[in-house]
């Protein structure tokens, strides 16, 4: 109900404004009332690098929305899957990784430079997370399965990933829709 009764209140203030875009926010909880921290006209990470890795048509998309015209979009597969890539090394060094071959439009790195052929991510924010690695398939356990998959494609230093945050994921999915949250 929280998270609902703040989309609710920025919908009127967009609608007001005619705002258009993408936007990301953050809301805590206390179980009743939802507190706004942080609000971002941008898109959350995740889910964009889905949008860049599922929507064929995603720059019309973006450029026909902000003329106010609706463009409906072209998705490669049918559900995605994304997973986090962490290391506790990445928050103050830049990290350089290996990819292997095949699977580069699958990994989204975030400050990413290659330089000589070797892909780095360059830290900004004192984050350890530094991007992510897609799955896309028919089925939501062929998307699952795809990610697990493209991201045992990928090594850096003390790299970490969680392959469970994906069966995880139904079950936020499942107490999205008992609270009224469209997925």
Known sequence: ESLQANKTALDKVFAKEKTKGF???EVMTDGKKGYLLDFTARC???PYQLYCGML?????VIYEGA???IVQPKLSAKWGAVMIM???????NTIALKIDKGIEDKVFIMNKCIVEGVTYSIPQYHMSEF??????G???EKAKEDCRNNAKGISALQLEMYPTCLDNADDSIKKCKEIGVII
């Open 23 to 25: 936007y990301s926010t």
């Open 67 to 69: 003329q106010g015209k």
């Open 131 to 136: 991007g992510a690695v897609i799955g896309m």
């Open 56 to 60: 064929e048509n995603l720059g019309e």
């Open 86 to 92: 962490d290391s506790e090394f990445a928050k103050d």
């Open 44 to 46: 959350g990470i995740p």
């Open 138 to 140: 028919d089925t939501k």
